[in-house]
């Protein structure tokens, strides 16, 4: 077959390149400055953000287009009439007043923010579904290009400090602005860096687009450390401190408090830091002792109250406290996974007893060196953390091998916790809760070469593109129908931005599984419905990039309507909760530094599909990454390996 079932295989980082992401700094960084910063900045961190412009609130009769044209393929004829009816009724009647409603708020109450920032938190921190698999996402690492450097001990050490460096660097403001560069050899030059940092905040963003450097939200990087996800009935809190110090490790059912500054700031040592570690992995770990982590696997709810019957011992809120402060978690994993699907379920959830999902990141580093960040959403939709990612791996490989002289504990600090029999039971059935969660997935990997970069390109298609209507394709060859699909696009060129849906189902992508299904039809015809598919799909991209959608638009009127006390027939029709029914859920990032990633289907009818490409020994390889509860994951892979060379031999014909 043209694909590979991916059982064990891994690319060394030394052969491996993945694809560049665009240039989003000023500063292209080396080697870490002499006092253990990452970069010295010359425009400083937040110089953009009191002068990013606001996220369109888009026309109410576009967003109510847009939601027809996605309705019409996932719908039936009958229904989509029903459906024009209550949308057109909704256009002049409720949608009308609850868009003049959101227009004040936007320009009063949010006049300093987005429309969508608030209620997009409350949606996250409404939800009562536990974190780990329906919403905490994984990034995992190459490993580092020195194999001796990937001893658990010395990658853990050498992820730690070059953590530590990016807090360093961005607590003390040297930390670069993201910027999107469209003509660096204008806006990366010392004399523009220089006239722009002089710019006053209000007004930056404005000289910096005229030398072609389009300013990105960095609103979301407050969160990025010494803050967590703190459970309450309703709706959690988000919960950020300051002054934190320490982070806390977690092996087995253990949790240590570690010193990772001293009282100046600064970092400690790397090679304190690979002692400390080295002296907690040789402990002899208690497997008997009550697993406590494993509380944060539990609904949210259910969470709450265990919570507060915890802290109601004094011990246990003060080491409660600690964990919540810590800069973040890192995991030391006893397992060694061998193979990429395990590696996956380890870096997405493990097995729950040694994680601290409520945690805004944590590092996870496994007995054999393999190393990830598992996140927790609420606060963030990826753009810091891939900073973060990125900027830590790139420092870390920077290391000399072993720093450490042994092991030690200088400044590592057990935290154990009380625990009765009351909260025994509580983490036992959260324990047989997860473990029901996990087992009841299914995770399977395909890798192929039948997405070529330069024939797409020679045709004009977009990659990303061109692979969503492959999804289209697949699952209409397997199931025989178009199904609501959902991939983000980040807003964050807007001040307070989060994400926008692109639709992949359109229109014109039923068209074209309809047109390579028929039997009837001839290569040419294929052909275009192929090439109209794509460009309409690169045409939805566009418009959520520039804040377009319809998604966010109406879920911000139906969070108004709820609020005002009466729900408009838009949001009990069919055709809305069909749409709001996600089957293809995808996800796709470009790093250096990434080996893979991973995340949960939102629903027990999803298929969560990551993706991404790189080049191995000259040759361009495409993997894919489905997770599901228990569906069909054979069938959908080969109705996508037999879709992908189709589409690849059509276009290759149609050259001719």
Request: aromatic share 8%; with cysteine.
């Amino acid at each position: 077959m043209a694909y590979r079932q991916v059982a064990v295989m891994r690319v060394p980082a030394s052969s491996a390149k993945c694809a560049m992401l665009p240039s989003y700094r000023f500063c292209v960084r080396g080697m870490a400055t002499a006092d253990g910063y990452l970069e010295k900045t010359v425009i400083p961190t937040l110089h953009f953000q009191d002068s990013l412009p606001k996220l369109p609130l888009p026309k109410l009769e576009d967003t109510l287009k847009r939601y027809l044209d996605s309705a019409k393929p996932v719908i039936d004829e009958e229904t989509y009439k029903k459906t024009e009816g209550i949308v057109n009724e909704f256009l002049n009647g409720e949608g009308k007043a609850l868009h003049e409603q959101l227009d004040k708020l936007d320009k009063n109450k949010y006049a300093k923010s987005s429309y969508i920032s608030e209620p997009w938190f409350d949606m996250y921190l409404k939800n009562r579904s536990s974190l780990p698999i329906n919403l905490n996402p994984q990034l995992t690492w190459r490993d580092d290009p020195s194999n001796e450097k990937n001893d658990q001990a010395v990658r853990a050490a050498s992820l730690l400090t070059s953590a530590i460096s990016f807090y360093r660097t961005m607590r003390d403001g040297h930390l670069s602005p993201d910027v999107f560069h469209t003509k660096p050899d204008m806006s990366k030059k010392p004399i523009v860096e220089r006239l722009i940092s002089l710019t006053p905040r209000r007004v930056a963003y404005y000289p910096a687009v005229l030398a072609g450097a389009y300013a990105l939200d960095m609103s979301q990087y407050q969160n990025l450390f010494s803050s967590t996800r703190i459970p309450c009935t309703g709706r959690d809190e988000l919960k950020k401190f300051h002054g934190s110090r320490h982070v806390v490790i977690q092996r087995g059912h253990e949790f240590f408090s570690m010193d990772v500054l001293n009282d100046d700031g600064d970092a400690i040592s790397r090679a304190q830091l690979e002692d400390n570690i080295r002296g907690i992995l040789a402990m002899d770990i208690d497997e008997t002792s009550h697993p406590v982590g494993a509380l944060t696997t539990l609904d949210r709810d259910t969470w709450a109250k265990a919570r507060t019957s915890l802290v109601l011992d004094e011990h246990n809120k003060t080491l409660i406290e600690q964990i919540d402060s810590a800069l973040f978690t890192i995991c030391l994993e006893d397992e060694s996974p061998m193979d990429l699907s395990s590696e996956t379920h380890c870096m997405l959830h493990g097995n729950g007893r040694n994680r601290w999902f409520d945690k805004s990141i944590s590092i996870i580093v496994t007995k054999n060196g393999r190393s990830a960040v598992n996140f927790e959403h609420a606060w963030g939709d990826g753009a810091a953390v891939l900073r973060f990612f990125d900027e830590t791996f790139k420092d870390s490989i920077t290391h000399t091998g072993s720093a450490g002289q042994g092991g030690g504990m200088e400044g590592v600090v057990p935290l154990r916790f009380n625990v009765d029999g009351t909260l025994a039971q509580q983490i036992q059935q959260a324990t047989k809760s997860f473990d029901a969660l996990t087992s009841s997935t299914k995770h399977s990997l395909m890798e192929t070469e039948a997405i070529q970069g330069k024939q797409l390109k020679s045709c004009g298609l977009s990659k990303d593109a061109y692979t969503q209507v492959s999804f289209q394709l697949a699952h209409f060859r397997a199931f025989g129908r178009s199904v609501p699909t959902y991939e983000s696009k980040s807003t964050v060129h807007f001040k307070h931005g989060r994400t926008e849906t692109i639709r992949s189902a359109s229109i014109e992508s039923d068209s074209f599984c309809k047109t390579m299904t028929s039997g009837s039809s001839n290569e040419k015809e294929k052909a275009e419905a192929l090439k109209a598919a794509v460009a309409k799909h690169e045409s939805l991209t566009k418009e959520a990039l520039f804040g377009q959608g319809w998604d966010r638009h109406l879920f911000a009127l139906k969070n108004l309507a709820e609020a005002n006390g009466s729900v408009p027939d838009i949001f009990k029709d069919e055709a809305y909760t069909v749409l709001s029914n996600i089957i293809l859920s995808t996800s796709t990032l470009a790093s250096p530094a990434l080996d893979g990633g991973g995340f949960g289907p939102t629903g027990p009818d999803c298929y969560a599909i990551g993706y991404g490409s790189r080049e191995v020994d000259g040759r361009s390889v495409t993997r894919f990454s489905l997770m599901t509860f228990g569906l069909h994951n054979q069938d959908f892979l080969n109705s996508l390996d037999e879709s992908l060379n189709d589409m690849r031999d059509l276009l290759e014909a149609d050259k001719k």
